[in-house]
C-alpha cells in the first residue's frame, strides 16, 4: 500500500488570547513537571509516567477542561495533551496543580509532528480529536488536520484495536473527515452502539462545544477502530 505524502501545511494559527499572569507562572514554574518538550525522537510513556498503564492521546484539548474531567474520571489511564494555545496549556497546568493529578503530560507543539515524530508505533490506546478548527473556508481546507497523512500515522501509532473518536460541530468538517477515514484500509467505522461499549468512549462537554450549540450547530460524533 503507497503510504500518503506528508504535508507541510499548518493545520493551525496561533489564536488571540491574553495570557494571565498566572498562566505565564504555570508556564514557567509548571512545565518542567508536566510538560514534555518536542524532540524528533519516540517517548516512552512508561518512562514519562513511572508505569505502564493505557495511553490516551488528546490532540488540541484548548482550555484543557475536557482533558482534566478524563483525567480525573480515569485515573487508570495515562494522558498525553497536545496543544500550542498558551492560555489553554497555563489553564490546564493550573487546574493539574490544583487537582493533584499525575496521569497527564502536556506536549506543547504541532500535532502532526509530535505523532509522526515522538509516538511509536503501535504504542497508544486511544486517540481523541475533540473540535478541532474546523477551517470552513474552501479554500483553507487544505490546513483540516484530518488529512490523509495524518490519518495514516494515527493508524501507525495505534494499537490494533484502538480507537480514534473525532467531534466537530460543523457538519462539512464531520463530512470532509468521515470522507478520509473511509478511504483509510486500516480503519472501520463504529456504529454509535458500538462505540458506547469502547473503554474510551467517554467525551465531556468541551467550550467549543457550547459555543456551537449556541450558534446552532448540531455536533457530530465520529468513531473509529484500528484493525490489523
Request: aromatic content about 8%.
Amino acid at each position: 500500500m503507497t503510504q500518503p505524502h506528508h504535508r507541510k501545511v499548518r493545520s493551525f494559527v496561533q489564536r488571540a488570547g491574553r495570557t494571565t499572569a498566572a498562566q505565564k507562572r504555570a508556564m514557567r514554574d509548571l512545565i518542567p513537571r508536566f510538560g514534555i518538550p518536542f524532540r524528533e525522537c519516540t517517548l516512552d510513556p512508561g518512562l514519562v509516567f513511572g508505569r505502564r498503564a493505557p495511553v490516551v492521546l488528546d490532540i488540541g484539548f484548548g482550555d484543557g477542561s475536557a482533558l482534566l474531567t478524563l483525567a480525573a474520571n480515569h485515573p487508570a489511564n495515562d494522558y498525553l495533551g497536545i496543544e500550542v494555545h498558551e492560555p489553554g496549556i497555563g489553564h490546564l497546568l493550573l487546574q493539574l496543580q490544583r487537582a493533584g493529578l499525575e496521569n497527564v503530560r502536556i506536549i506543547p507543539h504541532d500535532a502532526v509532528e509530535v505523532v509522526r515524530h515522538m509516538l511509536s508505533p503501535r504504542r497508544v490506546d486511544a486517540v481523541n480529536l475533540f473540535f478541532p478548527d474546523p477551517w470552513p473556508k474552501k479554500r483553507h481546507h487544505k490546513r483540516r488536520i484530518v488529512q490523509p497523512g495524518f490519518v495514516h500515522d494515527i493508524a501507525r501509532v495505534l494499537k490494533p484495536g484502538g480507537t480514534f473518536h473525532i467531534a466537530t460541530d460543523w457538519a462539512d468538517y464531520a463530512e470532509h473527515a468521515a470522507s478520509v477515514m473511509d478511504d483509510c484500509e486500516q480503519f472501520e467505522a463504529l456504529s454509535p452502539q458500538q462505540a458506547s461499549s469502547e473503554p474510551f468512549f467517554d467525551r465531556p462537554t468541551t467550550k467549543f462545544e457550547r459555543r456551537g450549540i449556541a450558534l446552532g450547530h448540531t455536533v457530530t460524533d465520529l468513531h473509529f477502530r484500528r484493525i490489523d
